[in-house]
């Protein structure tokens, strides 16, 4: 069953930017949100949503696994990142509307549709100059929809970044994910090859854990554009999921942890790039 119906939600909405991977794990919420902060900090109004409907991880990763969504007499309003320094990111996800952190979600297909419909209708988001879409890994029902959806206004759509680990595995998973966007009329901005080498926090020694250059090389193959390498670098994991607790132990605010951590010259090159 399909629906007709404009997605009012990205009315005052200018770009779309999706992230997608053709794997789990591979970092792809990760990279979210560093687009998020770092287009936030050159000053854009970004929104983020969340449609990994089966694991939720932006709440989690903003800081912000207790907020709930309000709702106004026009839809739900999304959440502002709980920071004093970046005022423009807002957030999206089915997380805030689960009653417990750890509920499951087991829906079949046409109720994940029915919830897809729903975020492009009914939230406020406000004028916006990005919204970023994480979506599942793969190509599921959930893809199905945003493409219907976003097909409905491709004025909008400004492109996908695809994430890839270096692996073989995972690179091969990608090309499924270029043959979607292809399907899909979604231009693909280039590949990020995430997990590229480890940085010892000691010595800042590089080593090739899971090989390198894999999403290197697929993009020269298909003549995408590499974005960009991102070591496997435990600051990002800590920059990611104890803001909190960075905030308070260094008394910084998040756009000046952000700012000096070794992943935003890597994101800001990324960025640079698909603007
Ligand atoms: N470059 C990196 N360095 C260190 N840790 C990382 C890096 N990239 C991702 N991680 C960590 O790996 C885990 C998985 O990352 P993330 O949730 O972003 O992957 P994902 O592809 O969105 O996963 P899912 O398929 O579950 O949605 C997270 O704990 C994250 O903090
Ligand atoms: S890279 Fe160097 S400092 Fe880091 S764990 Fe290995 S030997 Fe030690």
Redesign the pocket.
């Known amino acids: 069953m399909s629906d007709t119906e404009i997605p009012k939600a990205l009315l005052n909405v200018k770009n779309v930017i999706l992230v997608l ?1 053709g794997k ?8 979210t949100t560093q687009l998020a902060l770092t287009l936030s900090l050159k000053g854009y109004k970004i929104g983020v949503l969340d449609i ?1 409907l089966t ?1 939720p ?1 932006l709440p989690r990763m903003f800081d912000m696994e207790n907020s709930k969504i309000m709702q106004s007499n026009n839809g739900w309003l999304p959440v502002n990142i709980p920071s004093k320094s970046i005022n423009n990111i807002k957030v999206m996800s089915l997380g805030f509307l689960l009653n417990n952190r750890g509920d499951s979600v087991v829906w079949r297909g046409p109720k994940k549709t029915g919830m897809i419909r729903q975020f492009f209708k009914e939230v406020q988001w406000g004028e916006l100059d990005y919204l970023i879409i ?1 979506t ?2 793969g190509t599921s029902d959930e893809h199905i929809a945003i493409a219907e959806e976003l097909n409905k206004v491709p004025e909008k759509i400004y492109g996908a970044v695809i ?1 890839t680990t270096p692996q073989l595995v995972s690179v091969d998973d990608v090309r499924k994910e270029i043959n979607y966007c292809e399907k899909a009329a979604f231009k693909v901005l280039g590949i990020v090859e ?2 590229s080498g480890f940085v010892c926090p000691y010595c800042a020694e590089c080593t090739n854990i899971f090989s390198k250059g894999g999403g290197e090389n697929l993009a020269n193959e298909l003549n995408l554009k590499f974005l960009g390498a ?5 600051s ?2 800590d920059i ?2 104890n803001q909190s607790k960075l905030k308070l132990e260094h008394g910084k605010t998040l756009s000046e942890l952000y700012s000096s951590s070794n992943m935003y010259p890597i994101f800001e090159s990324v960025v640079e790039q698909i603007l």
């Open positions: 991977s789990g794990g591979v970092g792809k919420s990760s990279v990994d694991g991880s994480d599942p890994p994430v995430n997990m991102v070591p496997i670098d435990p990002f994991v990611i999921e």
